[in-house]
């Protein structure tokens, strides 16, 4: 495959690059395309939830629990919720609760858009660490070859054939440990962030196998190739090979690789979260909301607070799995359409 | 393609057609008083039924049923005989307490009799064989028994005949006639049959002694590992109750039937009454819930719904069930380190010197600044107030204590009094302490991440942000947090603030219970200072994990220890309780209700009045209305 | 083929004791041990007797001697008692929550393989139709939904809702006794669920892979030159499409193996299902080591193995891929 690639023109004969090309062809993934918005509609308005919604995601309102979905604030006036503005600046007015309130009263939207930054944050960061350990491990270990490239080979193998859950749950519950003081230093620096940075770490160290397999596979292929072997020649060192050659040419498999894996880490952690091994309160997450509302399915109104924070999981992990088929089509046109 | 349309329809009907067959294939039903049994669901499984050893609450359901003691409490917290042909008192001579010249105590005897119509239920008669046998096992160096706190009080056995045997102890034990464990034969109901057990007794400790470096592992083995119930023949389970072993499916469900011949008997014939009880452990509650709200569970146990809203239970029960809401005796409190105390010195946890725990004014303040009402009302519905150790209804309950209502402003006036101002304007107290450093009014809190628990700490968060305290909640498991090494190591700052959970209140049991256990401090008799208190000096060892220390209220605990008379022990504890509820050691936030739904038609299934309030205290009772079963309860 | 295969087995030892390290060195340092249990819920339980009982069982050694130990007896067959169940952890796992799994997880394999070859080809075959784009959507509900969610919302609906069926677990207690009928109507009720909610992801995943792998399959040469000889399109679509396009299923599916074995916690969990990813996950919370030991090793024998199986599938699928 030539790279850059000449596109055989129309009228004018402009060269056309190869990200050019993968986006023509992403554009016409009417799916993907519309995974990519909602996707970022949804990480826009969790980033700005302090300025969209009028309420502290924390605050209480005793006198407002279990409240249906309204477009109207409460008829009485003493359950009127204390509102950190009176009116948010594209959100909605102080007072109503358009997706209910859960078990103490708090504005479930509210709690739904502050979870949706930590359940993204996790997504995204153990999406990017696992991909770039993965990846740069895969590089360095695909350039390297010999013992280096059969031992790590061999230890991937290893880890890819213990099952990943039992693993998830030990390594967590490692990590939540109060008798290493190496883990209670850590937990008193970070404070209330730490099983936010726990469960990226843990999912990070159990999910980089794929991206370092990928890696590995394609850069060993390419390395045989005649730009590899001519940068050598010119005597290129071999890190510069790998960063500057090597790594791009894998980049785009990668990509797809990652985007995945955002929509399943954020499965994972409603997975933990389900088994109390989670997001920890008072932090907010999909997972740990939806892991609480189970208590309350029987209650009246109790299934929203189920309901919401399980549809912005599915509606979520259902975008990421549309953007990446499409981010797969448009840059790897050698696997031809799948969907 | 036409042709392959109808092919690939076909096999979809056909699939579609099962499906709708399973899903409304027979529906019949298979518990209830159609065929005079008893579904009960539960959350929690026994390990096994080991009468000797095992976490509490749900095998102590279990073995209820199959199981009975020298006496059981009836609703009322009233002692009657069970395996006993009376409970032994000073009236009917059975009890003797002998002091000497200056009043010292000596020894205390307590006459037994068992009853002639007590039998096994595999038929062998109970006598003092079994007795001598089961106090053997309880206090046998091999065996892992770690709850001997009564047993060890226990002086000899003397066995009179085949039926009579007297208890003698060598400390006082005014709860001599108390079920589960009291007596100090064994943990759970009082004894075991011996020609079941000695066998495998003597092997195991004959293999373990011949051993020694594998003496757990052959313990484990082949005592604990060789309790019948686990084994595969159900003919082994012998047990003294109600009720007959018939099989355990482990993980899902454990089927007892009736024993036509147990000595107790409910009114009418026995016919009449639930022939068969089937407890099913679904440990996800929702499930459970599920399950219920189905009709496929007649009962749930005492511990299944804990903190459930009993008015959404019962509506969403149609009318299908009742809904007890009992107080359980238990209270949930907020434990303050008082390590900060200058008496710890070097040996205390700064972090609670630095923010004044010791100092009475601060817990005052704190305990005021919380609306406990609204509180209770959210995080464990039908939950009471409450301002003691004891719980209501309890003989020595102390009606007249001091309410502590949310009262923010006297709050705020005490806190200042104590030094703290906000001079930086970030809406957290500071100080500056004798030494020159400024600190922050952070007040940690942790507790297991129960749900009405995390609830309890998000509420608890705003209403100390109102006078300037930042709460930081944390959570861990209750494995840890109960844990010698986290709970007992207050004075090293492992819990440096408010530690939350919940203990036994009393119910009949005063003032043995769990609670004003843990508030002693030194025995004044012994030589060493604060055996009860958990420090480096004494191997962290002790019930005391606050390390609050208070002369007067050590010696009425003492007193109250070691008092017959049951009237003037209340008038004792009333003291006490009156201490505390100005000491403030802990802040009492609410006493706990057990929620129990059973349907309708279910006669005699209620709360009992022993402190776990299990529901199993009489299930020789237990039947369907529509079945003849007569309402005692 | 041979020594391919020989070397693969070969090299599974090594992984073998790789996996066993790692796990049992996470298991020994993860926080709390088994005496946690005993200690928990016993008032009287004092300072002195942790001490003692952690002699007792020999915790005071360092995990590295442990797990000599372990490893010494485990090579012989022997992996130790569970200190909560009070059997040899094999029996418990083997006996008494393998059979459950294989119930539950082979099923819910079976029923995905079944849906989605014949939904897969159907798509291929109707491709751009309502029914293409209906399966391609509920494809990707199916690996978008959480999978404990999914029980939940059918229990919600199912059981308590329409009260159609069972809410959880393996039977009606004592419905043995009503005969086999029952008794065998009773178990199928108590599966639909679970199997459903479990099947999703697969069934999802390989009706997809299906689909794409018919289209590439009914373009090719000989399925055009079998068309042009007359043959009716139903022995086309079975005998020479079918066959290739199932294929690459099989190593999928070969893949999927492991997991009839080891289970699914959340599903499990939800539906009351005593298997194995329940036991492994109350092992490790209750620091039942040798039970969580013998589970995992076994279920990491499956992985390996299912991925040499795969290879060969493929091997001998695909007479152009080699090994040597």
């Known amino acids: ?339 | 393609m036409p042709s392959l349309g109808p092919w690939f329809l076909r096999a979809f009907r056909g699939l579609a057609f099962l499906g709708l067959l399973g899903v409304w294939g027979w529906n019949s039903v298979f518990g209830g008083p159609a065929l005079n049994n008893l579904v009960i669901g539960a959350t929690q499984e026994p390990d096994q039924l080991n009468p000797w050893e095992g976490a509490a609450d749900t095998k102590e359901n279990i073995l209820a049923l199959l199981f009975i003691g020298l006496t059981y409490f009836d609703v009322h917290g009233n002692l009657l005989p069970g395996l006993a042909t009376e409970v032994p008192t000073f009236a009917n001579g059975r009890l003797r307490v002998f002091y000497d010249e200056q009043g010292r105590f000596l020894r205390q005897e307590v006459d037994w009799t068992l009853r002639e119509d007590a039998y096994w239920s595999d038929g062998t008669p109970i006598t003092t064989a079994d007795v001598l046998f089961t106090f053997e096992v309880q206090n046998h160096p091999l065996i892992p028994v770690t709850f001997r706190t009564f047993s060890n009080k226990i002086q000899e056995i003397i066995v009179k005949d085949a039926k009579n045997f007297t208890i003698v102890y060598k400390e006082p034990n005014p709860f001599y006639a108390n079920p589960s464990g009291r007596i100090g034969l064994a943990r759970f109901y009082d004894i075991a049959p011996k020609h079941i057990w000695e066998p495998i007794f003597r092997e195991a400790i004959r293999e373990a002694e011949a051993q020694p470096e594998k003496a757990a592992e052959i313990i484990t083995a082949k005592f604990l590992g060789a309790d019948p119930a686990t084994g595969r023949d159900p003919t082994k389970v012998v047990g003294s109750g109600p009720f007959k072993f018939a099989e355990w499916v482990k993980n899902q469900y454990l089927r007892v039937v009736r024993r036509p011949d147990f000595f107790l008997r409910p009114p009418g014939p026995m016919e009449n009454y639930v022939q068969e009880v089937i407890v099913r452990f679904i440990i996800h509650e929702p499930t459970l819930l599920a399950a219920l709200f189905a009709g496929e569970l007649d009962a749930t146990d005492d511990i299944a719904l804990s903190g459930y809203d009993p008015t959404i239970l019962a509506a969403q029960g149609g009318g299908m069930f009742r809904v007890e809401v009992i107080p359980s005796g238990f209270i949930e409190m907020l434990n303050f380190n008082h390590f900060g105390h200058p008496r710890y010195g070097e040996e205390g946890c700064a972090l609670a010197r630095d923010l004044l725990l010791h100092d009475v004014r601060t817990r005052q303040a704190i305990i005021l600044a919380i609306d406990r009402e609204a509180l209770a009302a959210a995080v464990f519905p039908g939950a009471i107030v409450s301002n003691s150790f004891v719980v209501r209804g309890d003989v020595g309950y102390n009606p007249d204590l001091i309410q502590w209502p949310y009262d923010p402003e006297r709050a705020r006036a005490l806190l200042a009094e104590l030094g703290w101002k906000d001079t930086d304007g970030n809406g957290i107290l500071d100080r500056i302490t004798p030494d020159g450093r400024k600190v922050e009014f952070r007040l940690p809190h942790v507790t297991t991440p129960a749900p009405f628990r995390v609830r309890t700490q998000e509420l608890l968060v705003e209403y100390l942000a109102e006078v300037g305290i930042k709460l930081e909640p944390t959570n861990l498991p209750a494995a840890v947090l109960f844990s010698t090494e986290f709970i007992n190591r207050g004075s090293l700052c492992t819990w440096p603030g408010i530690i939350e959970y919940a203990a036994g209140g009393g119910i009949g049991e005063v003032p043995a219970d769990e609670i004003s256990g843990e508030l002693w401090a030194d025995d004044p008799t012994t030589p060493e200072p604060l055996d009860n208190v958990p420090r480096r000096a004494n191997a962290f060892a002790g019930s005391n994990v606050r390390g609050w220390v208070h002369e007067e209220y050590d010696r009425l605990h003492f007193a109250a220890l070691n008092e017959f008379d049951l009237a003037k022990r209340a008038e004792i504890i009333k003291k006490m309780q009156v201490i505390v509820n100005w000491e403030l050691p802990f802040i009492p936030l609410y006493e706990r209700v057990e929620i129990m739904m059973s349907k309708v038609g279910l006669a005699n299934y209620l709360a009992g009045a022993a402190i776990t309030r299990t529901p199993f205290w009489n299930a020789w009772m237990w039947g369907w209305v529509e079945r003849g079963a007569v309402r005692v309860y | 083929m041979l020594a391919f295969l020989m070397r693969r087995l070969l090299l599974a030892i090594p992984t073998l004791f790789l996996i066993s390290v790692v796990v049992y060195a996470l298991l020994a340092l993860k926080p709390g041990d088994p005496i946690d249990e005993l200690r928990f819920g016993n008032p009287g339980f004092t300072h002195a007797d942790y001490e003692r009982l952690i002699k007792l069982y020999g915790l005071d050694k360092p995990w590295y001697i442990r797990y000599w130990y372990w490893l010494s007896r485990a090579v012989r067959g022997d992996f130790g008692p569970s200190r909560r169940y009070g059997m040899p952890a094999a029996e418990f796992v083997f006996r008494q929550r393998m059979p459950n799994t294989l119930l539950l997880s082979g099923l819910s394999l079976l029923v995905a393989f079944a849906v989605a070859v014949p939904a897969g080809v159907w798509c291929a075959l109707r491709r751009h139709s309502f029914v293409d784009y209906a399966v391609t959507t509920l494809n990707f509900v199916g690996i978008s939904v959480p999978v404990f969610w999914l029980g939940i919302l059918l229990i919600y609906v199912f059981s308590v809702r329409l009260g159609w069926l069972p809410a959880g677990s393996l039977g009606t207690p004592g419905v043995a006794e009503q005969g086999l009928g029952a008794y065998v109507v009773d178990r199928l009720r108590h599966l639909v669920l679970p199997v459903l909610a479990l099947s999703s992801i697969q069934m999802a995943t390989w009706t997809r892979f299906m689909r794409s792998s018919m289209l590439e399959v009914i373009h090719d040469e000989y399925i055009r030159t079998a068309r042009a000889k007359g043959l009716p399109e139903r022995a086309v679509v079975l005998k020479h499409a079918l066959r290739n396009a199932i294929l690459p299923i099989i190593t999928l599916v070969a893949l999927a193996i492991p997991g009839v074995f080891s289970g699914a916690v959340l599903t499990e969990t939800v539906f009351n299902w005593p298997g194995m990813g329940r036991a492994i996950y109350d092992a490790i919370l209750a620091n039942d080591f040798n039970v969580a030991m013998v589970a995992l090793m076994f279920i990491s024998l499956w992985i390996i193995l299912c991925n040499i199986l795969a290879d060969v599938a493929y091997a001998l699928a695909d007479p152009r891929i080699r090994y040597d």
């Not at chain 1, 280096?148 to 880890?159: G, I, K, P, S």
């Not at chain 1, 590995?216 to 050598?232: D, M, P, W, Y």
């Open chain 1, 1 to 339: 495959m030539p790279w850059p690639i000449r596109a055989s023109a129309t009228t004018r004969e402009r060269p056309v690059s190869a990200w050019g090309l993968a986006w023509s062809r992403f554009r016409r993934h009417r799916l993907a395309l519309l995974g990519g918005a909602v996707i970022l509609v949804l990480a826009l308005s969790s980033a700005l939830a302090p300025w969209i919604s009028p309420y502290d995601p924390a605050r209480s309102n005793l006198r407002l629990r279990f409240s249906a979905p309204s477009l109207r604030p409460p008829e009485d006036p003493r359950a009127l919720p204390r509102c950190s503005r009176e009116r948010s600046f594209v959100g909605w007015p102080c007072g109503v609760h358009p997706f209910g309130t859960d078990d103490l009263g708090r504005d479930l939207l509210t709690r739904v858009l502050y979870g949706g930054r930590v359940s993204l944050l996790v997504g995204f960061a153990a999406a990017l660490g696992s991909t770039l350990f993965g990846g740069l491990l895969g590089a360095a270990v695909a350039y390297a070859g010999g013992a280096v490239d059969a031992l790590m080979t061999r230890f991937t193998d290893a880890m890819l054939s213990i099952p990943q859950f039992p693993l998830l749950l030990i390594l967590s519950g490692l990590l939540a440990s109060r008798e290493l003081p190496w883990a209670v230093r850590l937990s008193e620096a970070l404070g209330p962030a730490k099983s936010i940075l726990l469960i990226i770490v843990v999912i990070t160290a159990l999910s980089w196998m794929p991206a370092f397999r990928l890696v590995r596979g394609e850069i060993l292929s390419l390395k045989e190739r005649e730009f590899a072997l001519a940068s050598k020649a010119v005597g290129a060192s071999a890190a510069r090979i790998v960063l500057r050659h090597l790594l791009p040419n894998a980049l785009h498999v990668l990509i797809v690789q990652s985007t995945l894996m955002v929509g399943e880490a954020i499965l994972i952690e409603s997975g933990l979260s389900f088994l109390g091994l989670g997001i920890q309160p008072p932090a907010v997450s999909w997972g740990n909301m939806l892991s609480r509302a189970q208590e309350f399915l029987y209650y009246p109104n109790g299934i929203y607070l189920a309901l919401f924070p399980g549809l912005f999981i599915f509606l979520t992990v259902l975008c990421f799995n549309f953007l990446g088929d499409g981010l797969r089509d448009a840059l790897d046109p050698r696997l031809g359409r799948r969907a």
